[in-house]
C-alpha cells in the first residue's frame, strides 16, 4: 500500500501563521477534521477524543478520572483522591489535542463544536488544579485558562450573531471577559486582566458590537423626555413621562 502523504496534500498548501483545516469523509464513513501542518497534516476524530482512542475504555481520559472522582465521593473518599504527575501529563496531553481541534471548528464556523470542546478542556484545567498531587502539575495549565475563555466566548458571540441575537452576542464577550478578570483577581494581580491579550481581544469585539446593539426603549424615551423639558413642550413631556410609567410597569 503506498503510504506516502504527497498525494493527499498536493495542490493543499501550508500557511505560515494561518489556520489552515478541512473536513473530509473517512474510509469508515465518518466525519474527520484535517489541518494542514508544514510537515505534514493532523486528522482528528470529529467527536469524542480527537484521536479516536477510548483509554481505559472511556470516551476519553477525563472522563476515566471523572468517573473515578464520581466513584471515590459516592463512597466518602473524596479527599483520597489524586492525579498523580504522569495522570497530569496525560491529561495536558489530551488536553492539546482538544485545542487543535477546537481551532480547527472555529476555521470551519463550527462554533457549538468550539463552545463544547473548549468547555471540556477548561474541566480537564480545573480537575488538574483540584487534584493534582504535586503543587507544579496543580498550576501547569493555567497560563492557558484565559486563552481558552477567550475562544468560548468568541464561539458563543458567533453563534449568538449568526442568529441574530446581538445582545446575547454582546453578553457572551462581557461574560468572556468577567472570566478572564475572576482569573487574574484569583492569582492577585487584578491589573493584569485588562491588559492580557485574550481581554482586548475580547474588549474590541465588544466594543464594535456595543454600537450595533438595538438600543433600549426606555432609554429613547428618558431622551426624548429630557429634549421635551428642555424646550418646554411640557404636554409632550407628559405623555412621556406616562409612557415610561407604562414601560416600566409592564417590564
Not at 475504555?57 to 466513584?71: A, I, T
Amino acid at each position: 500500500m503506498d503510504k506516502d502523504l504527497k498525494p493527499i496534500i498536493e495542490g493543499w498548501d501550508y500557511k505560515p501563521g494561518a489556520v489552515t483545516v478541512r473536513k473530509i469523509i473517512g474510509l469508515d464513513g465518518k466525519d474527520k477534521i484535517q489541518m494542514r501542518l508544514q510537515l505534514g497534516l493532523l486528522q482528528m476524530e470529529s467527536t469524542a477524543r480527537p484521536d479516536g482512542r477510548r483509554p481505559y475504555g472511556f470516551p476519553s481520559l477525563l472522563e476515566y478520572y471523572n468517573s473515578l472522582l464520581e466513584k471515590m465521593k459516592s463512597e466518602g473518599r473524596e479527599d483520597l483522591f489524586r492525579l498523580s504527575t504522569q495522570a497530569c501529563a496525560d491529561l495536558r496531553d489530551e488536553a492539546l489535542q482538544y485545542y487543535y481541534r477546537y481551532l480547527s471548528f472555529f476555521d470551519l464556523g463550527e462554533y457549538e463544536n468550539v463552545v463544547r470542546d473548549t468547555e471540556r478542556n477548561i474541566e480537564a484545567f480545573d480537575l488538574i488544579s483540584m487534584y493534582a498531587e504535586n503543587d507544579a502539575d496543580k498550576y501547569s495549565l493555567e497560563q492557558y485558562r484565559p486563552y481558552v475563555i477567550m475562544m468560548n466566548a468568541k464561539a458563543k458571540a458567533e453563534i449568538a450573531r449568526n442568529a441574530n441575537d446581538l445582545n446575547t452576542a454582546y453578553a457572551a464577550l462581557q461574560d468572556g471577559m468577567d472570566g478572564i478578570r475572576t482569573f487574574y483577581e484569583n492569582l492577585g494581580q487584578s491589573a493584569l486582566a485588562e491588559k492580557s491579550d485574550e481581554f482586548r481581544q475580547l474588549a474590541t469585539l465588544s466594543n464594535e458590537l456595543k454600537i450595533r446593539l438595538p438600543r433600549d426603549p426606555l432609554d429613547v424615551l428618558h431622551e426624548r423626555l429630557q429634549a421635551a423639558v428642555k424646550e418646554e413642550r411640557f404636554e409632550e413631556a407628559a405623555r412621556l413621562r406616562d409612557k415610561i410609567r407604562k414601560v416600566k410597569q409592564q417590564a
